[in-house]
Protein backbone atom coordinates (compact mmCIF):
# COMPACT_ATOMS: atom_id res chain seq x y z
CA UNK A 1 0.00 0.00 0.00
CA UNK A 2 1.60 3.63 -1.39
CA UNK A 3 1.31 6.26 1.61
CA UNK A 4 2.71 9.13 -0.17
CA UNK A 5 1.91 11.15 -2.95
CA UNK A 6 4.99 13.05 -4.98
CA UNK A 7 4.20 16.78 -6.49
CA UNK A 8 5.71 19.80 -7.92
CA UNK A 9 7.47 18.61 -10.40
CA UNK A 10 7.94 20.45 -13.71
CA UNK A 11 10.50 22.32 -16.05
CA UNK A 12 12.88 24.46 -14.90
CA UNK A 13 15.76 26.21 -16.82
CA UNK A 14 19.25 25.75 -14.79
CA UNK A 15 19.71 27.67 -11.60
CA UNK A 16 16.23 27.89 -11.31
CA UNK A 17 14.23 26.33 -8.07
CA UNK A 18 11.38 23.96 -7.23
CA UNK A 19 9.67 22.73 -4.16
CA UNK A 20 8.54 19.40 -4.47
CA UNK A 21 6.03 18.09 -2.03
CA UNK A 22 5.33 15.01 -0.69
CA UNK A 23 1.80 14.13 1.09
CA UNK A 24 1.45 10.99 2.97
CA UNK A 25 -1.48 9.56 4.83
CA UNK A 26 -2.27 8.27 7.69
CA UNK A 27 -2.38 8.85 11.62
CA UNK A 28 0.98 7.49 12.03
CA UNK A 29 2.81 10.07 10.17
CA UNK A 30 4.69 12.06 12.50
CA UNK A 31 6.08 8.75 13.60
CA UNK A 32 7.74 8.25 10.29
CA UNK A 33 11.41 9.14 8.64
CA UNK A 34 11.42 10.16 4.99
CA UNK A 35 13.55 9.94 2.60
CA UNK A 36 13.55 11.97 -0.88
CA UNK A 37 15.19 9.21 -4.04
CA UNK A 38 15.58 10.06 -7.53
CA UNK A 39 16.27 8.14 -10.10
CA UNK A 40 17.51 9.43 -14.01
CA UNK A 41 16.94 7.41 -17.17
CA UNK A 42 19.26 4.27 -17.10
CA UNK A 43 20.64 4.82 -13.54
CA UNK A 44 19.43 3.47 -10.74
CA UNK A 45 17.12 5.13 -8.52
CA UNK A 46 19.93 7.15 -5.27
CA UNK A 47 19.04 8.79 -2.36
CA UNK A 48 18.90 12.75 -1.94
CA UNK A 49 17.87 13.58 1.28
CA UNK A 50 15.97 12.63 4.16
CA UNK A 51 14.71 13.91 7.55
CA UNK A 52 13.87 12.48 10.50
CA UNK A 53 10.57 11.87 12.30
CA UNK A 54 10.93 15.16 14.80
CA UNK A 55 12.22 17.50 11.50
CA UNK A 56 15.28 17.35 14.27
CA UNK A 57 18.11 15.39 12.10
CA UNK A 58 18.35 15.87 8.21
CA UNK A 59 20.70 14.44 5.92
CA UNK A 60 21.67 14.95 2.04
CA UNK A 61 23.87 13.64 -0.82
CA UNK A 62 26.99 15.22 -1.27
CA UNK A 63 25.51 15.87 -5.01
CA UNK A 64 23.44 18.33 -3.87
CA UNK A 65 24.22 19.78 -0.30
CA UNK A 66 23.58 23.29 -0.23
CA UNK A 67 21.49 23.36 -2.44
CA UNK A 68 18.67 21.44 -1.42
CA UNK A 69 16.46 21.27 2.01
CA UNK A 70 14.34 19.09 3.08
CA UNK A 71 11.60 20.01 5.76
CA UNK A 72 8.44 18.31 7.25
CA UNK A 73 5.31 19.95 8.61
CA UNK A 74 3.35 17.43 10.67
CA UNK A 75 0.44 19.03 10.80
CA UNK A 76 -0.04 18.43 7.58
CA UNK A 77 1.70 15.28 6.74
CA UNK A 78 3.97 16.63 4.36
CA UNK A 79 7.66 16.68 3.21
CA UNK A 80 8.61 19.24 0.74
CA UNK A 81 12.31 19.26 -0.66
CA UNK A 82 13.27 22.99 -1.44
CA UNK A 83 15.34 22.89 -4.92
CA UNK A 84 17.78 25.56 -5.63
CA UNK A 85 20.14 26.34 -8.54
CA UNK A 86 19.60 23.18 -9.81
CA UNK A 87 21.73 21.77 -12.76
CA UNK A 88 20.62 19.59 -15.83
CA UNK A 89 22.23 16.99 -13.57
CA UNK A 90 19.38 16.75 -11.51
CA UNK A 91 16.47 15.81 -14.00
CA UNK A 92 14.90 12.72 -13.37
CA UNK A 93 12.23 11.69 -11.41
CA UNK A 94 11.76 12.40 -7.56
CA UNK A 95 10.32 9.92 -5.02
CA UNK A 96 9.61 10.37 -1.57
CA UNK A 97 9.28 7.36 0.64
CA UNK A 98 8.91 6.79 4.82
CA UNK A 99 10.93 4.03 6.85
CA UNK A 100 11.23 3.35 10.10
CA UNK A 101 14.22 5.54 10.73
CA UNK A 102 16.70 8.29 9.05
CA UNK A 103 18.61 6.24 6.32
CA UNK A 104 19.98 6.52 2.84
CA UNK A 105 19.31 2.90 2.17
CA UNK A 106 17.02 2.60 -0.69
CA UNK A 107 16.21 -1.66 1.17
CA UNK A 108 14.60 0.40 3.95
CA UNK A 109 11.62 1.69 1.85
CA UNK A 110 8.95 0.23 0.64
CA UNK A 111 5.85 0.53 -2.00
CA UNK A 112 7.08 3.53 -3.96
CA UNK A 113 4.42 5.84 -5.69
CA UNK A 114 4.58 7.37 -8.95
CA UNK A 115 6.84 9.88 -8.36
CA UNK A 116 7.20 13.55 -9.81
CA UNK A 117 9.83 14.41 -12.67
CA UNK A 118 11.81 17.15 -12.57
CA UNK A 119 13.68 18.29 -15.24
CA UNK A 120 16.19 21.04 -16.11
CA UNK A 121 17.00 22.52 -19.04
CA UNK A 122 20.48 23.79 -19.72
Known amino acids: QVHQVESGGGLVQAGGSLRLSCATS????????VGWFRQAPGLEREFVAG????????NYADSVKGRVTIFRDNTKNTVYLQMNSLKPEDTAVYYC???????????????WGQGTQVTVSS
Open 97 to 111: NRASTLTGLIYAYTN
Open 26 to 33: GRTFGTYA
Open 51 to 58: ISWSGGST
